[in-house]
């Protein structure tokens, strides 16, 4: 595909994001006095059931409500919180998300819904003064984005999004070298997300199995493109060191189904131009040489690349001698607890999220010629 700036469709109105710099200075204070953390669930279907179980076995969580609309999942997390959690297994239900938000009797809310309601259900909780756990993308639109980003920093909560790559150990020394300059000044990065796909095949979470995914209509969700910019194309930002900062212009092509209810993209390449001069291109991972993954290009040619269990560089002495934390794996999860009983940041945090869901969102916009 040959993009140029002459040929882009995308400019204008694209600025950075509300940084969430002070929110430290928001909060209340009252976490740091209260052990445990008492956490809702909204969402228990897919990733929702697996957050629900990895809080469960934590020390100093306690899971005292879930939001579901599904009578069968909401069946099955109850009975999943009385096998995991004992005497600790005190779980109302409801199917109000405004309701669980509004307790006070819980300190923080992880959020794992389809993607057009992230953004409604995040800012009742950062508006009730909660902590939150959201999934990746961090919004719909940029406009819900912008609006949630807006929130967090003003409301100064504790925000953790689910982008699990981060405490991978092969994402963070990759992210690590290159924010040390092993490769000099960044000058492209590349970023190979799992394929378009046209309908729900392979994919869990639904309530019908399987005739049925609101992921693929993007009135709903973003499809492949969304899932995956927010944990590739968070890492790519990340080590790029543009995880606050948005692309001045955008230009791209795919392909989107012509009938049928599923009208995500199934297959997508799209650039990004920075103000610097820095361009990432995402596309779909057959797209690029080095396929599914994040791969830094400096100024000089030297490169980095990082998929999951697995890393290579252009030359060895690149990745040697890295700091010890850049090995440790980090669980979010338990950072996102830790984060909230300490009154610190996260690791991933929301304007991070924010950025690398807006690399999506315009990317979509600039193939469909919006």
């Known amino acids: 595909m040959n993009l140029t700036r002459r040929s882009f469709l995308v400019r204008g109105g694209v600025t950075a994001g509300v940084a969430c710099g002070g929110a430290l200075g928001g909060f209340s204070g009252r976490f740091a006095r209260r052990a445990p953390v008492r956490l809702g669930l909204v969402g228990v279907g897919g990733i929702g059931r697996i957050n629900l179980e990895r809080f469960l076995v934590m020390d100093g ?108 150990p092969a994402f963070r020394c990759a992210v690590a070298a290159v924010r040390a300059g092993r490769i000099g000044r960044v000058a492209r990065v590349e970023v190979g997300l799992p394929g378009g796909g046209r309908g729900p095949a392979g994919w869990d979470g639904n309530a019908d199995g399987g005739a049925y995914h609101w992921r693929w209509m993007s009135a709903c969700g973003g499809g492949s493109l969304a899932q995956g910019i927010g944990h590739y194309g968070d890492i790519a930002l990340w080590g790029a060191g543009k995880e606050t900062e948005l692309p001045v212009s955008v230009v791209g092509r795919g392909e989107y189904p012509r009938d049928g209810v599923f009208d995500t993209a199934t297959s997508f390449r799209f650039l990004c131009f920075y103000r610097d001069g820095v361009e990432v291109e995402v596309a779909d991972g057959g797209r690029l040489e080095k396929g599914i993954g994040v791969r830094w290009i400096g100024e000089g040619g030297e490169w980095i690349w990082v998929t999951r269990g697995a890393i290579e560089a252009s030359a060895c002495g690149l990745l040697a001698g890295l700091p010890p934390e850049a090995m440790r794996p980090v669980d979010l999860r338990r950072d996102f607890i830790e984060a909230v009983k300490a009154r610190r940041p996260a690791c991933a945090p929301a304007a991070a999220a924010f950025h690398a869901a807006a690399l999506g969102q315009l990317g979509d916009r600039a193939m469909r010629g919006v």
């Open 61 to 168: 969580v306690e899971v005292n409500m879930i939001c579901e609309t599904h009578a069968g999942r909401a069946q099955a997390a109850r009975a999943c919180v009385a096998s995991l959690a004992g005497e600790r297994a005190a779980c109302e239900v409801t199917q109000d998300y405004r309701e669980l938000c509004g307790r006070e009797d819980l300190d923080a809310v992880a959020v794992a819904v389809p993607d057009s309601l992230h953004a409604d259900v995040a800012l009742s909780a950062v508006a009730a003064g909660k902590a939150v756990y959201g999934e990746p993308p961090f919004a719909h639109t940029l406009g819900q984005g912008r609006a949630l980003l807006r929130a967090v920093a003003q409301g100064g909560c504790v925000w953790q999004t689910g982008a699990h790559l981060r405490g991978e």
